[in-house]
C-alpha cells in the first residue's frame, strides 16, 4: 500500500503524523503538492511538485494511484475518484470516505457550493 498525501490544504499537524506513522510502519509516502515541501529524510517518504493549477495535485495522486493505496484528502471528489479506482480515502481528521458515504458527502458539498453562489452563506458546521 503506497500512501498518497493531498499535501497542499493538508495541516502540518497532520502531516507530522502521516511522517511518524510512515517511519514506523516503513509505508511509502509521497506528498504531492504544487508549492515546496519541507519533509523528513527517510527513504521512504518523498515529496512531487506538480504545476499550479486547479485540480493538478489531485490529477496526479489519481493518475499515479493502485487499487489498494490510501489518499489523504480532504477533497471530496478527489475521494470518490480514489474509491472509483479501488482506493481507500481517509481525510485529515481520520474519517474514512467509503461507497456508502461518498455520494452523500458530494451531494452536500455541492448543495453548500450551491448556497454559497446564489449569496447565501451556509452556517458553519457544529464540531
Known sequence: MH??????????VIKDILFRAAERTGAPMTLVANQPLAIPRFKNIRALRVAAGFDVADNEIVKRLVAGDLVITADIPLAAEVIAKGGYGLNPRGELYTTENIRARLNMRDFMDSLRASGIEPAARPP
Request: charged share 30%.
Open 3 to 12: 500512501i498518497w498525501v493531498d499535501a497542499d490544504a493538508c495541516p502540518k
